[in-house]
């Protein structure tokens, strides 16, 4: 019987769907698992062999854990919203529901045909209206709560207004310490000053709190696709989809208050099992240091700032400050200008808003521009150049830094660069019974002190900058509140009318607020969304931005555990049964934005006691990215002539991708490539050796590369559960390989004699029930153990290699036991599923091998009952014997003395010393 895995695949696939195999209920005695992977975003292109890297791995580890006896929850829905969308939309004249629905009907077909168990009755969409009426009603939780410093937990808004009721903002300081209440200082007010307020400045007040809030920030504005960017959708001043020109904008902005949660981020990063540099990533990204903000007097030609606020993690470096930095974006940078100053400055100005904040970070040339202002240095009266650099961001600190370069190497080649002089060596700070203190703060300032008299120093100079009234200490963080909204149709609307100024939520019995069906759109007025160009939109006052992508995923996980029901977005037994995701997997391209922004939404809605736990992943797996291997022709240039790659150095030529379907390895086929492109019909070739051979090179997988390969084309060619098997075997799962197809030949000849074990294409059946013996036990019981510690610690390369080695030991042994061949196939079904289903059943099992039990390892078949041994005589080695681990002393010497090759070397001498070690070796002396 031939293996045709063409008809046995689509044969178990359509058996299991009609079944529903794969279908999961919420209580059951079993214990839980929740296997989860990062939702994709269905785009045009569909998957290539990258994309199934994560959920290959993951639908091992889910089969695995219910093989051992877990009610395992593995869902997969759809990231549905978003730019790519809505372009395509606009660029294609298609409605993006239309599209979208395309797209996830062809990545079902494709996910389906790779066999994965996915429970599709869990289904989500984050586009769908069912869907986001909860992610709407999440928003209105985040929007109607603030967090409590006291209690350092999200509390409902409600509690907050009582307690102003009753006592003002005395215990509840206003977040935004700029923030200016009418008539009342430093932000500060009591119960009467409350209630006195009329409504729009209550609310304007509480606006300051709310976990979901709305404000005025400089945002990435793309005319052309008419909406703001985050920082990573622009490289290099241009939108990364289409190029198209970035500027700095100052919109109204929706935000989270994710700054609130740091230090919970922080601590949160203790209690779960991210790798060390995802850990590291997400640490760097919040960012937390201690320091001071200081007041630096300010003298400049206008006078209309009176001082400079710096935020420093050194105080004590204050001695050695030679300038100060400004970020350019901020608005008082136009008050600190000089008359002699302004034309260079605003041109700086113009400069950096075609920037992004990544782009500003990483930037290695220095730039900047001297503002004409000076600060005064309070313990010395200097006075200090303020510069404007665009390596100072507005978002973080004050905007503005004391530069010291004899301690800090940027600042040194910005002098450097400036020509600003350089104080080396720091004069008096303090006089008196001080002056030792102030050595120490002057070597600090030097590099010269670590330790404890480095924070004896800060101490010093903090304390006199407080009693000055100049200084506080801070704890400042790198990581700015999120921003929440977006200027484009393509995303959930936002459940928020705007009357006279003043935001007002929908009640949640008006969700969904579903989004408009409009046919063509562009940008609102003003840099708004399109919703601002439908009349029965703003007839109603509703919010005309839309949420971002983000919205929707950072709380997906919840919604699979309950997807249907429509009094809840999840019922608080069900979430607490399930629990937390047990297994995350996913790439590092959401390595932060993503995974903060969950795990920041399942705090609120734990404090808020929603559900039953505060981290939504215990543990985080992150795929390596399967690499293309490009293809390479090379055009004499100005011609349509095409040399072979040995032959390049005789011509000036253009280096072009090639689509690597038409390559076989390095070889072109040529008559393929004429009719690959019209543009080149008419190429010629120049060969070598009767060949046109490529360049290749390894590169990012993407279409616009032409180095993608179709799972659809392998999966047809070779099956399923030899692609499967295949991207495992490539290495392992947190590392980065280049794909290589030619490689799928040699696991595909391993299913192909694993199924000789069962069948003979002339004999046909081969299996019997002869008991097993001690070698095939020995060999399936290796593979067992073997097995199930490489799938635990998701070592899947090294299993598969395992799986290869079984079979060809139980080929050598001509072992053909069904005893052997059935915990085999056990073993081997999360890796290549419908062999193994295939196979279950012809050994005559009426039930799923998908419920199986999963084989015990027992350590008495795996243990040597003899061991061999080197026999050396007078301390050479001569020959080896297999021994009984059992013998005793007296019945080695026996064995080892019988035999011949030990009596020729002896030649009949007296054995003066015979030394045994077990398990060692042994040797004769005579």
Known sequence: M????????????????????????????????????????PSGAGLHVGHPLGYISSDIFARFKRLKGFNVLHPMGYDAFGLP???????????????????????????????????????????????????QWIFLQLFNSFFDRNQQKAIPITELVTAFEKEGNKKHPIPNSQFEVPGCFHGSFNAAEWTAFDEFTQQSILMEYRLAFC??????????????????????????????????????????????????????????????????????????????????????????????????????????????????????????????????????????????????QAEKKISGCFTGAYAINPFNGREIPVWISEYVLAGYGTGAIMAVPCGDERDFKFAQHFNIPITNIIGDAFNGTEANATKEVQLSNSGFLDGTVMRDAMNLVLTRLEEMGIGKRKVNYRMRDAAFSRQRYWGEPFPIQWING??????????????????????????????????????????????????????????????????????????????????YIGGTEHAVGHLLYSRMWTKVLYDLGFIGFDEPYKKLVNQGMIQGSSRFVYRIRGTHQYV????????????LHVDVNIVDGVELDTEAFTKWKPEFANATFILENGKYICATEVEKMSKSKFNTVNPDDLVEKYGADTFRMYEMFLGPVEQSKPWDTKGIEGVHRFLRKLW??????????????????????????????????????????????????????????????????????????????????????????????????????EEKYVKESAKEYPISINGKVRTSLSIDLSATQPEVEQIVLANEVVQKWVEGKEVRKFIYVPNKMINVVV
């Not at 555990?561 to 977005?569: E, G, S, T, Y």
């Not at 080929?811 to 069904?818: M, R």
């Open 756 to 857: 000789r074990l069962f069948y003979d294409e002339v004999k046909g059946k081969l299996w019997n029930n002869s008991k097993a013996t001690d070698a095939e036990l020995k060999v399936l019981h290796k593979t067992i153990r073997k097995i199930e510690e490489d799938t635990e610690r998701f070592s899947f390369n090294t299993a598969v290699s395992a799986f290869m080695v079984c079979v060809n030991e139980l080929s050598d042994l001509k072992c053909n036991k069904q005893e052997i061949l059935e915990a085999l196939l056990i073993l081997l079904t999360p890796y290549a599923p419908h062999i193994c289903e295939q196979l279950w059943h012809d050994l005559g099992h009426t039930t799923s091998i998908l419920d199986a039990s999963y084989p015990v390892f």
């Open 85 to 135: 969308a809505e372009q395509y939309a606009i660029e294609n004249g298609v409605h993006p529901a239309v599209s979208t629905n395309s797209n996830i009907a062809n990545f079902r077909r494709q996910l389906d045909n790779i066999g994965f168990c996915f429970d599709w009755s869990r289904e989500i969409r984050t586009s769908d209206p069912g869907y986001y009426k909860w992610t």
């Open 215 to 360: 404000g005025y920030g400089e945002v990435n504005w793309c005319e052309a696709l008419g909406t703001v960017l985050a920082n990573d959708e622009v490289v290099n001043g241009v939108s990364e989809r289409g190029g198209h020109p970035v500027v700095k904008k100052k919109l109204r902005q929706w935000y989270l208050r994710i700054t609130e949660y740091a230090d919970r981020l922080l601590e949160g990063l203790d209690r779960i099992e991210f790798s060390d540099a995802m850990k590291e990533m997400q640490t760097n990204w919040i960012g937390k240091s201690y320091g001071a903000e200081i007041d630096f007097q300010v003298k400049s030609q206008l006078n209309k700032v009176n001082t400079l606020k710096v935020y420093t993690t050194r105080p004590d470096t204050i001695f050695g400050v030679d300038f100060m930095v400004v970020a350019p974006e901020l608005e008082w940078v136009e008050d600190l200008k000089s008359d002699a100053q302004a034309a260079e400055v605003d041109a700086y100005i113009a400069y950096v808003k075609s920037r992004s904040d990544r782009e500003r």
């Open 502 to 583: 003043i935001a007002y939520p929908l009640k949640e019995s008006e969700l969904p607020l579903e989004l408009p069906h409009i046919e063509k759109y562009g940008p609102g007025p003003e840099g708004e969304g399109p919703l601002a160009n439908v009349p029965e939109w703003t007839a109603r006052h509703l919010e005309t931005n839309t949420m971002p992508g983000y919205a929707g995923s950072s709380w997906y996980f919840l919604r699979y555990m309950d997807p249907h029901n429509n009094q809840a977005f999840c019922d608080r037994k069900v979430s607490d049964y399930w629990g937390q995701v047990d297994l």
């Open 2 to 41: 031939e293996y045709n895995f063409r008809q046995i695949e689509k044969n178990w696939q359509e058996q299991w769907n009609q079944s529903g195999a794969y279908k999961v209920q919420n209580i059951s005695p079993k214990p839980k698992y929740y296997v989860l992977d990062m939702f994709p975003y």
């Open 644 to 655: 072979s790659a040995g032959l390049i150095d005789q011509y000036e030529v253009d280096k």
